[in-house]
Nanobody, 120 residues
Framework: VQLQASGGGLVQPGGSLRLSCAASGSIFSINTMGWYRRAPGKERESVAAISAGGRTTYADSVRGRFTISRDNAKNTVYLQMNNLRPEDTAVYYC???????????????WGQGTQVTVSS
């Protein structure tokens, strides 16, 4: 199973970016999908998550500015980021809980990370 993240880049404060993360490989089903980030000198933190049924959770720091969504047919999760701030600068990682054919439990997988830089 591989997770391929894309959509990062350089944006001015107040701007927007949309991250995508597509899962591929030996997949029977996916439960929770989410986004994490690690800023320089800080620990990794959870940004947002979405269940298979569409229930969402957000970090307080991004609630109201970021929106997580998913396309189950494409095994893809998105993160729409609006009104970006310099403190949102970080490497963003996607995560998914995957059940592979023949397996009896879900396993967590990580994408490679995509850099988001918010600066004027």
């Amino acid at each position: 199973v591989q997770l391929q993240a894309s959509g990062g880049g350089l944006v001015q404060p107040g701007g927007s970016l949309r991250l995508s993360c597509a899962a591929s490989g030996s997949i029977f089903s996916i439960n929770t999908m989410g986004w994490y980030r690690r800023a320089p000198g800080k620990e990794r933190e959870s940004v947002a998550a979405i269940s298979a049924g569409g229930r969402t959770t957000y970090a307080d720091s991004v609630r109201g500015r970021f929106t997580i969504s998913r396309d189950n047919a494409k095994n893809t999760v998105y993160l729409q980021m609006n009104n970006l701030r310099p403190e949102d600068t970080a490497v963003y990682y996607c995560n998914a809980g995957v059940l592979s054919p023949g397996s009896t439990s879900y396993k967590g997988y990580w994408g490679q990370g995509t850099q988001v830089t918010v600066s004027s």
